[in-house]
């Protein structure tokens, strides 16, 4: 197993340019998360989805847009790019017992110039 | 909203046991997760607690007290290796969604 996988798992933008990050889980879980880690603070919810088909807004949506065509992939989308969005960004997963545990990807990290 | 509080950073040395302790402030509390990041990696799950009272798992063991909204991980038997940031995390809602707090650097000296 796998687990979670990201990839890329290091970019450089300019200011405006759009991307796709994208998150595979190899665990079949039904939630899938995507958070930003800035130095000194904790991760922060961007998107999160509760099945296939499904997305719903975290802590810090503005910005960007997500989707979940299939159970395993979450794509994290940035249309716009602006330097405010350099950050680490992980990726998570989870079962749908309220016990489970998010397992996280390995992160990318991107940098808006 | 949600809020969590912990200290941003403790040192402790080689062999010792530290506490790092969280509160929180929160609308719907399902419990309170521990998790591990080593610089430049991603978070590990440590533990969870849903229920108050004392969670041990090998050198780690976590508490939970929900009347108080706190909750303390306490590792023993330090090892260098345990030098990294630890968050606590709030369950909250449907969707096993986390509210993270901004993490406590542990350094572990000689």
């Known amino acids: 197993n796998a687990g979670v996988t990201q990839t890329p798992k290091f970019r450089v933008l300019k200011t405006g340019q759009s991307m796709t990050l994208l998150c595979a889980q190899d665990?079949?879980?039904?939630?899938m998360y995507w958070y930003r880690q800035d130095p000194g603070m904790g991760l922060r919810l961007i998107h999160y989805?509760?099945?296939?088909?499904?997305?719903a807004k975290g802590e810090v949506p503005d910005g960007y847009n997500v989707s979940r065509l299939k159970k395993q992939n979450f794509l994290l989308g940035l249309e716009s790019a602006a330097p405010s969005q350099t950050s680490v960004y992980f990726c998570a997963s989870s079962g749908f017992s309220s016990t489970d545990t998010q397992y996280f990807g390995p992160g990318t990290r991107l940098t808006v110039l | 909203g949600q809020s969590l509080e912990q200290p941003s950073e403790v040192t402790a040395v080689e062999g010792a046991i530290v506490q790092i302790n969280c509160t929180y402030q929160?609308?719907?509390?399902?419990?309170l997760s521990w998790y591990q990041q080593h610089d430049g990696g991603a978070p590990t799950f440590l533990s969870y607690n849903a229920l108050d009272g004392l969670e041990e798992t090998g050198r780690f063991s976590s508490f939970l007290s929900r009347s108080d909204s706190y909750g303390y991980l306490l590792l023993q038997e330090l090892q260098m290796k345990d030098s990294a940031s630890y968050f606590c995390?709030?369950?909250?809602?449907?969707?096993?969604?986390?509210?993270f707090g901004t993490g406590t650097q542990l350094k572990v000296e000689l």
């Open positions: 989805s509760v099945g296939e088909g499904t997305t």
């Open positions: 665990m079949n879980h039904e939630y």
């Open positions: 929160t609308s719907g509390f399902y419990g």
């Open positions: 995390a709030v369950r909250t809602g449907g969707g096993n969604k986390l509210t």
